[in-house]
């Protein structure tokens, strides 16, 4: 069983272009976190979608940055006129459920962004 | 501000020896906690949880404990291996989809 799958693992971008982050999530599981990780810190919650819907953004800047699970195909974190300070680890994790307290919480091994 | 921390961000252990990383956490409604470690370049990596009902909990070669009177969490590493080198995070969950993660302890094994 393949685990949670995110492309590309390492991008670097010049500040004002667009950032496409992707992720897939285990075969089975429906629900999709983003997270956010600065260099010598904790991962910090962004997004959580299921499909077709954005379940809670509270964690996601207002603005430039966008996230969606579509019926068929990845999710996609998005980042539009990146800044130096976006660069950091996006990490994506899937679960079957949408309860955290099951242990059964798979995390990616990251998308690295470096804004020159 | 962060509802989870670590006492300390490095720590360096013999081979052999037993580690213990300590977790202070403020929200005391937290009833679920997690112990990830992640390796160089990789994701957040399960190691153990428990949930709030337990003081105890026992894995492979590891042990967390739970003190909910001074909030604090400590993960013990039985005969540390240098494959056990990596960050750990301690992460609280209070029963919705969220995990709020400590910065993390940096664990190196010394041969």
């Known amino acids: 069983n393949a685990g949670v799958m995110q492309n590309p693992r390492h991008l670097v971008r010049r500040r004002g272009q667009e950032a496409r982050l992707r992720c897939s999530p285990m075969?089975?599981?429906?629900?999709v976190y983003w997270y956010r990780q600065l260099p010598e810190e904790g991962l910090k919650f962004m997004v959580y979608l299921q499909k077709e819907n954005i379940i809670d953004e509270s964690g996601m800047p207002k603005e430039r940055f966008s996230a969606e699970f579509p019926k068929e195909g990845p999710s996609i974190l998005r980042i539009q006129q990146v800044v130096r300070g976006d660069s950091a680890a996006y990490f994506c994790?899937?679960?079957?459920?949408?309860?955290?307290?099951?242990?059964?919480?798979?995390f990616g091994e990251g998308s690295r962004l470096t804004v020159l | 501000g962060e509802s989870v921390g670590l006492h300390l961000p490095t720590l360096s252990v013999q081979e052999g020896d037993n580690s213990i990383i300590n977790c202070a956490y403020s929200n005391s409604a937290s009833d679920y906690f997690i112990w990830y470690k992640q390796e160089s370049g990789k994701g957040p990596q399960f190691i153990i949880d428990i949930r709030s009902n337990m003081d105890k909990r026992q894995g492979q070669r590891v042990t967390v404990l739970l003190n909910k009177t001074v909030k604090h969490l400590s993960l013990q590493i039985a005969a540390t291996q240098p494959g056990d080198s990596a960050v750990y995070f301690c992460?609280?969950?209070?029963?919705?989809?969220?995990?709020?993660f400590g910065a993390g302890t940096t664990v190196t094994v010394r041969a």
């Open positions: 994790a899937s679960s079957a459920t949408g309860l955290m307290n099951t242990g059964e919480l798979f």
């Open positions: 992460a609280e969950n209070n029963g919705d989809y969220k995990l709020s």
């Open positions: 075969k089975g599981h429906s629900h």
